[in-house]
């Protein structure tokens, strides 16, 4: 995980708006949001014919009202670079069982926080350059 500094870093405004940007950037709220927090998360690798491995990720925090309400009021957390290396055979950790097979679909990453090579990081910054120009309206 690679930090990285931005002006949208404290940004408070509504959800709805912030979605809206966010979406129209590649950016997708991921599923595991709670109620009071969650990430936008962006591919860096969209040319890769495999599972998206690295991403730009935007922590966002509710101030007042839940997440996914547009009308909330929520704040923007510091973006980093994120990469996941996932295992490409069976996974070393399953458990089997009819309720665990409806439940656990996918294999555990290989490295939840493998590496970070620059080459994602200086997609990162231009991905999170082009996100702070979209969000400029909302900064004044």
């Known amino acids: 995980m690679i930090p990285l500094k931005s002006r949208i870093e404290n940004l408070r405004a ?5 979605k809206n940007i966010f979406e129209q950037q590649g950016f997708v709220l991921g599923g595991g949001y709670e109620y009071d927090h969650g990430f936008f998360d962006k591919p860096l690798d969209p040319e890769s014919d495999q599972a998206h491995r690295a991403y730009l990720r935007v922590p966002i925090f509710s101030v007042e009202g839940n997440i996914e309400e547009d ?14 290396q996932f295992q490409t055979g069976p996974d ?14 996918f294999a555990e990453p290989a490295d939840k926080d ?15 350059n082009r996100l702070e120009q979209a969000l400029e309206p909302l900064m004044r």
Do not use: C, N
């Open 14 to 18: 509504s959800y709805g708006d912030l």
């Open 71 to 84: 009308s909330a009021t929520v704040r923007l957390g510091q973006p980093f670079v994120l990469k996941h």
């Open 92 to 105: 070393d950790h399953v458990s089997t069982g009819v309720i665990s097979g409806l439940v656990d679909q």
């Open 114 to 128: 493998d590496a970070v090579e620059p080459e994602w990081v200086q997609r990162g910054k231009s991905a999170l």
